[in-house]
């Protein structure tokens, strides 16, 4: 199991803390990456480990598949895309019907045939890229289970939170709307920080690379979690002194290995 650091301990070379003795799920493998769920005792011994260095600097948490689930959008604009096309199997879609980012994958789950789904597939994309990156539709997310309460905890315990996310500004209104519904703390004063693409059609690995380097260079950071591969590769190669944690939910599907020392975990409970 992971050795748990005494809060009075200063973050020496023992934090981030060592995941030699980790434990993992058995059998459980992200096809793309090879990332490895900690077992739920060793991620809330994790968690916890973190939280006793909250006063110690900033925590950083993407939101897509991190702090948020965003299945429930997902599944709304399936079933408004079915309404229209004439589906009415397709207004059925639930969260649960998603395992990744693949639309097929879905349609296949809630039952659409083969024939279906490819004369759909192309339509419903469209459908859904003017629908997914816009705040009326983010503002449907759900948490992440214990997403809030362990921002607020790190919170009390004295953090400096930065929410930073590849969503583009015009999704800033249905964000804080979604944060205000669901619980998260809410962008106030200088603790607490919503960091937002200024462009829609840029980069996200360029701009969470920027984002990290600048935060790193003026502040400590005690943490940081992100579903994508590429990018809590990116904070562990930029921030060494940084715990970085891959939230083992979904992402893009790129195949990129998650980089060793980085732990998995499948929520914030």
Request: aromatic share 8%; net charge negative; charged share 25%.
């Amino acid at each position: 199991m992971l050795k748990l650091i005494q809060r009075d301990q200063p973050l020496t070379e023992s934090y981030p803390p060592d995941l030699s003795r980790a434990e993992y799920e058995a059998g459980v493998v992200d096809p793309h990456c090879g990332a490895r769920p900690l077992t739920r005792a060793c991620g809330s011994q994790l968690l916890a480990t973190i939280l006793q260095h909250s006063e110690c600097g900033t925590m950083v948490f993407d939101l897509d598949s991190t702090l948020l689930d965003n299945g429930p959008r997902n599944a709304l604009i399936m079933r408004e895309y079915g309404e229209r096309a004439g589906l009415p199997i397709l207004t059925n879609a639930h969260a649960r019907h998603w395992q990744d980012w693949d639309a097929r994958r879905a349609m296949a789950n809630i039952g659409l045939s083969a024939d279906q789904i490819a004369k759909h597939h192309d339509d419903y994309d469209n459908f859904w890229g003017e629908r997914f990156f816009s705040s009326e539709y983010c503002a449907h997310d759900e948490l992440t289970p214990g997403a809030s309460a362990f921002v607020t905890r790190a919170l009390d315990g004295g953090a400096r939170v930065v929410y930073l996310t590849g969503r583009p500004e015009n999704m800033r209104e249905g964000t804080l709307a979604c944060f205000a519904r669901l619980g998260v703390p809410l962008p106030q004063g200088p603790r607490i920080e919503l960091t937002m693409k200024p462009l829609a059609d840029s980069s996200d690995d360029d701009f969470k690379r920027d984002c990290a380097q600048a935060l790193g260079e003026r502040e400590k950071i005690v943490a940081a979690f992100d579903n994508e591969p590429q990018h809590i590769n990116t904070y562990h190669a930029l921030l060494p002194q940084t715990a970085c944690v891959h939230l083992f939910t979904d992402h893009s599907m790129r195949s990129i290995a998650l980089a060793d020392g980085i732990a998995s975990i499948r929520n914030f409970l």
